[in-house]
């Protein structure tokens, strides 16, 4: 059983960065592929990003290439996203997302989510 919490979510104006965070429990975290989807209102849930077990593959959408970091402490248990020339339309509920494998994450292959953290983007 593998619990994820996020944290980091809030507030802020078009341009500005905020950096979320994934504390997950259970001792397979580190074999886990994890990944970010997120959800706007009216809007299905989408990928944003996700990284292998290692750190050592990483894949991001096209709206957020170059914005967006995603990475890991496998020591801490915890996934970040850093989150920087933030757009009003990247406005959603962020979840965080632990795969049944190591290497990248499929809507279909996540055995967890996390409870979702809001992000406002202000114009």
């Known amino acids: 059983q593998v619990q994820l919490v996020e944290s980091g979510g809030g507030l802020v104006q078009a341009g500005g960065s905020l950096r979320l965070s994934c504390a997950a429990s259970?001792?397979?975290?580190?074999?886990?592929?994890m990944g970010w989807f997120r959800q706007a209102p009216g809007k299905e849930r989408e990928f944003v990003a996700a990284i292998s077990w290692s750190g050592g593959t990483i894949y991001y959408a096209d709206s957020v290439k170059g914005r967006f970091t995603i990475s890991r402490d496998n020591a801490k248990n915890t996934v970040y996203f850093q989150m920087n020339s933030l757009k009003p339309e990247d406005t959603a509920v962020y979840y965080c997302?632990?795969?049944?494998?190591?290497?990248?994450?499929?809507?279909?292959?996540?055995?967890?989510w996390g409870q979702g953290t809001q992000v406002t983007v202000s114009s």
């Open positions: 259970g001792r397979t975290f580190s074999s886990r592929a």
């Open positions: 997302a632990a795969d049944r494998n190591g290497r990248t994450v499929g809507t279909s292959t996540v055995d967890y």
